[in-house]
């Protein structure tokens, strides 16, 4: 069973910045594209930022420019760097990994909070 496991959430002012991690069992990362997805309570889970087996990367473009995703294949891991945070990116992130033939798989989530 493949799983997906994030780290890196927590409190940070805004103007900070968090990296997030998602650890992905080997059976799945180097197949599938690897994204962020964040949500709300009481709202839609919205693309954060994708990044396919590839190299091609896709943002939300409210995003771009603030937020970098990335892989570390060696790691089975995948990163999201989030730079000049603002209390509007407070959310749930979570990690996901996609195949267009095969159901996604989702992790756990974890909360980023911007506040001061």
């Known amino acids: 069973q493949a799983q997906l496991v994030e780290s890196g959430g927590g409190l940070v002012q805004p103007g900070g910045s968090l990296r997030l991690s998602c650890a992905a069992s080997g059976s799945i990362f180097s197949r599938y594209t690897m994204g962020w997805y964040r949500q709300i309570p009481g709202k839609q889970r919205d693309m954060v930022a994708t990044?396919?087996?590839?190299?091609?990367?896709n943002y939300a473009d409210s995003l771009k420019g603030r937020f970098t995703i990335s892989r570390d294949n060696a790691k089975n891991t995948v990163y999201l760097q989030m730079n000049s945070l603002r209390p509007e990116d407070t959310a749930v992130y979570y990690c996901?990994?996609?195949?267009?033939?095969?159901?996604?798989?989702w992790g756990q989530g974890t909360q980023v909070t911007v506040s001061s």
């Open positions: 996901n990994a996609h195949h267009y033939n095969l159901p996604d798989y």
């Open positions: 990044l396919n087996s590839g190299g091609t990367t």
